[in-house]
């Protein structure tokens, strides 16, 4: 029945006192010793799972609970060896380029944040700083649609420019907090109009207790006006670049 080793991450030493659990379609998870690392696997199933919210969920929380106690390079979901020897030598032939990945997260975590403006928020801040505005918007609302056509497309033009300004200060400010508390730091899309802020943040374990403070008084400050969605630790994803193709031969992805 099985199709393979599915991998979940790689690591130097086994996470100790971490229950690894079930992984994918229920398979029981293991360290495997290979080639002076250690691969968190479980035999695949022979149908390749899908990419659902489920099956990915399943993956994550794996290295969830083996990064609480370890530092592991967490691999995509869905990337399967054919069998313990062709991962053993693919690990050997990639030691290098392992090892320095490795190094790049040693002892560190990620911490997500997504910062928003809560609802209409932004908007009556610009048009509190900018009367003109207001009175643009004020003047346009009690005529025809089809008398201020240009007026209006001036008016969205002006609070675009305006809102960012605004967007690019608050993220600036933002990262002025936190940034200097992290190794690395890395900017992900915003995935609407009122977010203004998605980082990653690679933290030192030891400053993590400081980092979640910093946030704490942020969100203390400003929770008024902004919503703070952070999370974590998680694998740092964002911070390790592995190829599919390092682990099998040829590995698969789904």
């Known amino acids: 029945m099985s199709g393979g080793l599915w991998l979940y991450g ?37 149908e390749r799972p899908a990419p659902t919210r489920r099956h990915m969920l399943t993956h994550t929380a794996v290295l969830e609970r083996a990064t609480a106690a370890a530092d592991v ?16 030598r693919c690990l050997a032939v990639n030691a290098i380029r ?35 505005l207001r009175a643009m918007r004020d003047r346009l609302a009690t005529r025809p649609m089809q008398e201020t056509y240009q007026d209006r497309i001036a008016l969205g033009r002006r609070v675009e420019a305006a809102l960012a300004s605004r967007r690019a200060a608050e993220a600036a400010a933002l990262d002025a907090a936190l940034a200097p508390l992290a190794a690395q730091v890395v900017t992900l899309r ?8 998605n980082r990653a943040f690679l933290v030192r374990r ?9 946030v704490a008084a942020l969100e203390a400050q400003q929770g008024a006006r902004l919503l703070f969605r952070y999370v ?23």
């Not at 320095?100 to 944040?113: F, H, K, P, T």
């Not at 915003?190 to 802020?197: N, P």
């Open 10 to 46: 790689i690591g130097m030493q086994a996470p100790g006192g971490a229950p690894l659990g079930e992984g994918v379609a229920g398979a029981a998870v293991e360290a495997m010793d290979a080639a002076g690392f250690v691969a968190l696997v479980s035999q695949a199933p022979a």
């Open 190 to 197: 915003e995935v609407d109009e009122a977010m203004f802020a």
């Open 232 to 254: 974590g630790p998680v694998p740092p994803f964002n911070f390790v670049s592995l190829r599919a193709e390092w682990f099998g031969a040829p590995a698969q992805a789904a």
């Open 73 to 88: 390079l967490p691999v995509r979901f869905g990337t399967v060896a054919p069998c313990a020897v062709t991962l053993a």
């Open 206 to 214: 030891q400053d993590e207790q400081r980092f979640d403070a910093a």
């Open 98 to 132: 392992l090892r320095d990945a490795m190094a790049g997260i040693s002892d560190c975590v990620e911490l997500g944040l997504r910062v928003s403006w809560r609802e209409g928020v932004i908007f009556e801040e610009i048009l509190a700083a900018e009367p003109s």
